[in-house]
């Protein structure tokens, strides 16, 4: 069975400041990571994804993620926080092979302060 | 171009009343999807349907189900709707098989409330 923890259900950061957003995951076999967004009002949108290979993944808006198999985590990050990042984020598995359907997090939601 | 539509936006409606909320996607994809997000954003899959055929069934209560009519389109409808049920419903699809399953595109949501 494949779950999901995100740590912090409110992540607060000032603009320019770095964001760091954790994400912790169990499965039983390797997986397949990823990382939407949900802005106000508004669908999931893919941010960034990893599957096998490189374990930095570079997404759209230049947040970023590192996939550390010891650590069983996949914590995703910006360097500099815009006003426009403000949004909830949501880490999600899927167990490699079958790829059936995806478990999500329950969500981190970014505030930006000015 | 709205990739995934969904219709109504905001649905208000009383216990024990039948609802359907409808769902267009123009991506060509082959497999679409429902998602329940509760009140505190907790995001579960309910069904997917692939080129019209039920392949994910979550434990669902019967009170919905979910018709396909052509690949483009999963309308959800519920039946004798519960204060429970209230929640925000997303649609989503996906091409493919595998890994590319998974990068799906979402709808914008339908705000269900129940009173």
């Known amino acids: 069975a494949q779950s999901v923890t995100q740590l912090g259900s409110h992540v607060s950061v000032s603009e320019g400041a770095l964001v760091l957003l954790r994400c912790n995951y169990s499965?039983?076999?390797?997986?397949?990571l990823f990382w939407y967004v949900q802005y106000p009002n508004q669908g999931l949108q893919l941010l960034l994804k990893?599957?096998?290979?490189?374990?930095l993944v570079k997404g759209i808006n230049g947040f970023e993620a590192e996939f550390k198999k010891s650590e069983t985590s996949f914590h995703l990050t910006k360097p500099s926080a815009h006003m426009s990042d403000a949004a909830e984020y949501f880490c999600a598995v899927s167990e490699s092979g079958s790829a059936r359907q995806l478990t999500f997090g329950s969500g981190t939601q970014l505030t930006v302060l000015p | 171009d709205t990739a995934v539509s969904q219709t109504p936006k905001y649905l208000v409606t009383q216990m024990g009343n039948d609802k359907s909320i409808k769902c267009e996607q123009n991506l060509g994809h082959d497999t679409m999807y429902w998602y329940k997000q509760d009140s505190k954003k907790f995001l579960k899959i309910m069904f997917s349907?692939?080129?019209?055929?039920?392949?994910i069934n979550e434990t669902v209560p019967n009170r919905f189900s979910p018709k396909s009519p052509d690949k483009a389109h999963l309308n959800l409808h519920i039946n004798s709707l519960e204060l429970g049920d209230s929640a925000v419903y997303f649609c989503a699809s996906s091409q493919g098989r595998g890994l590319r399953k998974m990068e799906q595109y979402f709808g914008p949501g339908t705000r269900l409330t129940v009173t």
């Open positions: 990893y599957t096998t290979g490189a374990t």
């Open positions: 349907y692939n080129n019209k055929e039920l392949i």
């Open positions: 499965s039983s076999v390797p997986p397949y």
